[in-house]
């Protein structure tokens, strides 16, 4: 199983959905050199728009790439405010150094739309709907699982 950070990321009303969009940028592609910062920057509307959905509250913004799995949720309401439980600290080194991926959690209702929006702008991002296992999560758990150790050869080598 792959090693996971989490981050919470306060955004309405202490900052607004696109201000939150910007902290995860900041986050996974911190070098103004960084390719991956100007793609990102690119779905500021359509990640924005996900965001003021509150489809981040319960299912994540999932990131893949260089180092641990991200995943960001997205604080709201009273929780956006005290920032009690937020933790939008720096990561040791940035994901999108090299092939990444990104998968943004959609409710139905937006689902169409986002992939449609996110397909014309990105090979990289992509909407799932909201609740859903990121695409290869269940594969790479089943196979996790899967694993097991014949006894009779390893005891005898």
């Not at 996790?144 to 014949?150: L, P």
């Amino acid at each position: 199983m792959a090693t996971v950070i989490k981050r919470q990321i306060r955004a309405t009303p202490h900052r607004t959905a696109t201000e939150a969009w910007q902290v995860i940028i900041d986050l996974i592609a911190p070098s103004a050199t960084n390719p991956a910062r100007d793609e990102l920057t690119r779905l500021v509307g359509i990640a924005g728009q996900l965001i003021a959905s509150e489809s981040p509250k319960d299912a994540p913004i999932v990131v893949r790439g260089k180092g641990p799995r991200l995943r960001f949720y997205c604080l709201y309401d009273d929780d956006a405010v005290s920032g009690d439980d937020a933790n939008e600290n720096s990561l040791a080194s940035s994901p999108t150094d090299g092939a990444w991926t990104l998968s943004i959690p959609a409710h139905a209702d937006d689902l169409e739309w986002a992939t449609a929006e996110l397909k014309a702008r990105s090979e990289r991002v992509t909407a799932r709907l909201a609740g859903e296992p990121v695409p290869d999560d269940d594969a790479e758990e089943a196979q996790a699982q899967t694993r097991s150790v014949n006894v009779d050869v390893f005891l005898n080598s």
